[in-house]
């Protein structure tokens, strides 16, 4: 039987409920069936006796753009083969690192996706955008001012902005990157500050051509998410229906008004700020960019402050690019500062997977997928403990080990993963002290997901989350 228990941990499980004491997780193929707290009987199920480390869910990160492994001024100095190389290693570190879902916003082709459900390379479950609409001169368009050549084609790696203007080539646009395999649709609605052409204050698409895009998405079932900092871009795509502002942080309080009255979420980015104003020009960030990157730094925290008063829902994302791509969990901790310990680690679980549609995904409940991360360390006390990959002691995926550090599901330590087991046992476990770390697993592998069907009939791990996506 596909079951296995797992004991003696702080069970924090993304609700925003007070953490569980003493508890215990039940798996059953890729899914927790039951959960609680002090002695369970297990049976003569396997159990993963945790050590009293704490449990949270898979960290979801609502705002990567994997494939950006420099600069977004020097993606095209990289040769392809080093430009694949390192997105590779980025998917795999991001997994390392706790998160088990992302969602792209830009740039990132589809063929990584179906790598990593192959299993062919270790990587978080994905939901792309592929090429983000921009607008002619607006903040996906990276063409020097002296460039004639009006679009750039996607490699089959790196997918650069889809250059539309007017609401017919919108249209298309939008058709074109779900025809690549967009899970979303990404519209550049105002300017950003990597983007050389453009300022972080401007303007970007008309009311029309927001509006096409957005009929385009739902008619195929998806939606839009929309790149904006003022209340006049985030003004004009709240009244379109789109569903996510990211950034917003020069958003005010009439423009925040309008988001929660709508529903909308807000995806916060303010790791990525810091980061660039620390040492973005050492990694060839202009000087013009790390300006306009330190003014939105600047009103970020006061922006985030607006956003919770006025009752937005708050996702989380942390936008990092090129050599950045490793402090995703400093994200947590900046919005920590704002939101609290708790309030961060909900945003990045729960409500991210209420912006992605993922009924299955953000808290470890009953009837759940099993995506969980141990962390040797408490967030609620220190959050920075997210920060370091040697405190993330397993990571599990669809019910499987994919980073064990410790050898608590296998074990051994290494970075390695693999089947998800535990020591034999037999009645009744006491979870209330620390019984010590498993030594030989006996065979229960909870490796196949949900009913183990990939939805494009390839062997391999399948990603139950993606079916049935609600964006209610």
């Known amino acids: 039987m596909n079951t296995l228990y797992l004991v003696n941990a702080q069970i924090i499980d993304g609700s925003g409920a007070d953490p569980i004491q003493d508890g215990w997780l039940r798996i059953e193929r890729g899914r927790i069936t039951a959960t609680g707290r002090g002695p369970v009987t297990t049976g003569c199920q396997p159990v993963l006796d945790v050590g009293g480390r704490t449990v949270i869910p898979g960290l979801i990160d609502a705002h990567t753009h994997l494939a950006a492994t420099e600069m977004l001024n020097l993606v095209d100095t990289v040769s392809r083969p080093v430009l694949a190389a ?61 460039d004639q050549e009006r679009q750039r084609r996607s490699d089959g790696l790196y997918h650069p902005g889809v250059i539309v203007d007017g609401v017919a080539q919108c249209q298309w646009g939008a058709r074109e990157v779900l025809r690549r395999g967009a899970d979303q649709i990404k519209i550049m609605a105002g300017g950003g500050c990597t983007s050389p052409t453009d300022h972080v204050t401007h303007t970007q698409f008309t009311a029309e051509e927001i509006a096409v895009v957005v009929h385009e998405a739902r008619a195929r079932h998806t939606y839009v998410m929309a790149h904006g900092y003022t ?31 709508a529903g909308t979420f807000a995806v916060p980015t303010i790791a990525t700020f810091d980061l660039l104003v620390s040492d973005g020009q050492a990694q060839g960030l202009t000087a013009d960019s790390a300006a306009q990157a330190a003014h939105v730094l600047a009103r970020a925290y006061e922006a985030l402050r607006i ?36 309030g961060a680690l909900v945003a990045a679980t729960r409500t991210n997977a209420e912006l ?28 920075s403990v997210l920060q370091d990959s040697d405190r993330i002691h397993l990571v599990v995926k669809n ?46 592998a909870l490796s196949q997901d949900d009913d183990g069907h990939h939805p494009r009939g390839v062997r391999g791990p399948s990603p139950p989350a993606e079916r049935g996506r609600s964006f209610q």
Do not use: W
């Open 307 to 342: 956003l919770v008063d006025k009752g937005v829902r708050i996702a989380s994302g942390s936008d990092v690019l090129g050599a950045h791509q490793p402090f995703k969990a400093l994200e947590l901790r900046l919005k920590a500062s704002v939101l609290g310990p708790m």
């Open 356 to 383: 992605l549609g993922l009924k299955d995904l953000g808290t470890l409940e009953t009837g759940k997928i099993a995506d969980l991360v141990v962390v040797d360390g408490d967030p609620l006390d220190d959050i």
């Open 231 to 261: 209340p006049e871009s985030i003004g004009a795509c709240v009244a379109a229906g789109v569903r996510s502002i990211e950034h917003a942080n020069l958003v005010d309080e009439r423009a925040a008004e309008a988001m929660a009255a």
């Open 399 to 444: 019910g499987r080990a994919v980073v064990d550090r410790a050898g608590l599901a296998l074990g051994s330590g290494g970075d390695r993963g693999g089947e998800l087991t535990g020591a034999s046992s037999a009645g009744v476990v006491t979870t209330a002290t620390d019984s010590g770390r498993s030594q030989a697993p006996a065979r229960s």
């Open 86 to 146: 390192k997105t590779f290693a980025n998917l795999r570190q991001t997994l390392e690192a706790g998160f088990t879902t992302v969602r792209d916003a830009g740039f990132t082709d589809y063929g990584f996706k179906e790598a990593v459900e192959q299993g062919l390379v270790p990587g978080p479950r994905m939901f792309l955008a592929t090429g983000p609409l921009s607008q002619t001169g607006g903040h996906g368009d990276f063409r020097p001012a002296g």
